[in-house]
């Protein structure tokens, strides 16, 4: 503990040090020298001096850095950090922001030119590049749709769309809910479901607690994550934590009731185990 305590005290005072000293170089960014472009990197904490690797190919009579992102041109390509941007006109680009830029043809997300895989396309499928940008409720659209990553949402109606849980996992508008996923490792597409009333449709929070769960309810319908709790009272119903819920009459794994669980007994353990009076669960199955 001793040990943990004075690395971040040397991690604090490194770091005030740094941006007293008015230290461009601490974190990464570009480095333009007559022979090339340099791409840095450095952490005081791990390296007394920064990392440096030179662009191929990258012109530093013409080099710019992009505002607000890590990107850069020059007269013949567009970078994000140090991966070239195929798609991206040098003479148009500007940077909207850290996660996307644009030219007069498309909008791109950053994310995807950061990995090894040239097949990976950040460009923005179907926005408009004219309109596209970030609106006061930190979504980024171009009027006629919504867009996560690089991925549109296919909003129904973009005047009623808004997020409805702290990190934005979840946003409605009149007639749909909307979800993006966060399992596995391969990004997709947000998808959409119907809901029952728009108003009065929310995330509930797990327990007393401020962790916000996959369960959702309006006024008519309780719902886990894309699926209709069919049985579920509505003006009853809880979260008890990410899987289980329960209301007057029954206890919930996900939307499945469980039917043999001890109402009155039942208690949530972890994440994917519980237990009553009778039995002890693992997910929605009886294993004690």
Not at 69 to 91: L, M, R
Not at 151 to 174: E, L, N
Not at 199 to 215: A, D, I, M, Q, R
Request: aromatic share 16%.
């Amino acid at each position: 503990m001793k040990k943990r305590k004075s690395l971040f005290k040397y991690m604090f005072f490194t770091c005030i040090i740094l941006q007293l000293l008015g230290c461009e170089d601490y974190g990464e960014g570009y480095r333009i020298k007559k022979d090339g472009v340099y791409r840095y990197s450095w952490n005081p904490v791990v390296s007394s001096e920064p990392r440096e690797w030179l662009i191929k190919g990258a012109d530093p009579k013409t080099f710019q850095i992009c505002d607000k992102s890590d990107c850069g041109k020059d007269k013949n390509h567009v970078y994000y950090k140090d991966n070239i941007i195929f798609d991206a006109d040098p003479k148009t680009f500007e940077s909207i922001d850290w996660l996307y830029g644009k030219d007069s043809k498309h909008v791109f997300y950053y994310e995807a030119y950061a990995r090894s895989d040239s097949l990976i396309s950040g460009i923005v499928s179907g926005a408009n590049p004219d309109s596209f940008h970030k609106n006061k409720d930190d979504n980024y659209t171009d009027g006629k749709d919504v867009y996560y990553k690089n991925f549109p949402f296919h909003v129904y109606d973009i005047k009623t769309f808004v997020r409805v849980d702290h990190f934005g996992f979840v946003r409605k508008d009149k007639k749909y809910y909307y979800l993006i996923s966060l399992s596995g490792l391969k990004d997709t597409a947000p998808m959409r479901y119907p809901l029952a009333d728009y108003k009065t449709f929310h995330v509930l929070k797990e327990g007393n607690s401020v962790l916000e769960s996959p369960y959702m309810a309006d006024k008519e319908k309780v719902y886990y994550d894309s699926l209709v709790v069919e049985e579920a009272d509505v003006k009853s119903f809880v979260a008890l934590n990410y899987n289980y819920g329960k209301d007057r009459h029954r206890i919930y794994y996900n939307h499945k009731p469980l039917v043999k669980a001890d109402f009155k007994t039942f208690r949530v353990d972890c994440l994917d185990s519980a237990h009553d009076a009778k039995h002890v669960y693992k997910r929605d199955r009886i294993v004690k």
